[in-house]
DNA sequence: TATCAACCTACTAAACAAGTAGGAATAGTG
DNA sequence: CACTATTCCTACTTGTTTAGTAGGTTGATA
């Protein structure tokens, strides 16, 4: 029942590009040293958010990482299901994991589903912006 | 981003439980077989129960267990929390952790601490007794 | 051509998850 | 008393995941 590290520092990281929003690009050198995180870590966690869109990497001298798009349009959701793979707090909920042959007669099932929607709903709800504005919830 | 089959398996034994009452005991082994869980296993998951009274256990023949509380009275945060823990999404929320000391300045701590609080309020409205009765949420 | 950056793959050490194994203590029953 | 059924307790095991590290390749700029 944890958010691994992955999925914090893509947050920070985020937060950070958000926070040092220039016109070019910020080299991840910098926003490792700034939150004092592993920069080979990061170069690891990084791909899958530029696969998805989230940030754009341009190789070289002079590149670095920025946001693709306003950190107002950035959310939290988006970023944990990329990096934790999925906010659902059990396997059944999975769409990638086996379907679990007691699902018609389980007690539990409606309360994991109705616990990951509410889970989904509160993440999907603040953005990147937020949280770089120190918006208290 | 998980509940374990720990916390899974304690709330499956506390709805068989009640949904089995009768004025004795149960015994494990038979909440076992009807949940195809491993006795083993759950003898090490049940000391906990016991230890912080929702379950009575009764060794020796006739002995097992029984609900100490009304299934009314169990909530599924309860029965979480003993099982995995603690139900804190990152481990800065976590009372036996060690302090956070980026925590004056972490922009993201007040959003852990919503939904730790969210996580708690959902688990603790729901009741074994509504899971037993198979209530939809 | 030198430098700085992202990108890529493989490896590793430690912790955790999910159980198994083997018995000790305890309480009724023939 | 011996037998049986149960909880209770500790140690071990096996596989997976987490949180990185190491060592490079590719690509852009000055």
């Not at 910098?30 to 939150?35: G, I, K, L, P, T």
């Not at 530029?50 to 939290?76: A, D, F």
């Not at 309360?111 to 504005?133: K, P, S, V």
């Amino acid at each position: 029942m944890m958010i691994s590290t992955r999925g914090r520092y893509a947050l920070r990281v985020m937060i950070d590009l958000a926070e040092h929003k220039t016109d070019g690009y910020i080299p991840m050198k910098e926003v490792a040293a700034r939150q004092e995180i592993s920069l080979k870590y990061l170069e690891r966690i990084l791909p899958v958010l530029v696969k998805n869109g989230l940030v754009e990497g341009v190789q070289g001298k002079g590149g670095g990482y920025r946001l693709s798009r306003v950190p107002e349009e950035c959310t939290v959701g988006e970023i944990l299901r990329l990096t934790e793979g999925n906010l659902a707090p059990v396997a059944c909920l999975d769409c990638n994991a086996e379907v679990c042959e007691k699902k018609d007669t389980c007690k539990t099932l409606s309360m994991w589903t109705e616990f990951h929607r509410l889970t989904n709903q509160y993440f999907d709800g603040i953005t990147i912006a937020e949280l770089a504005n120190g918006k208290s919830l």
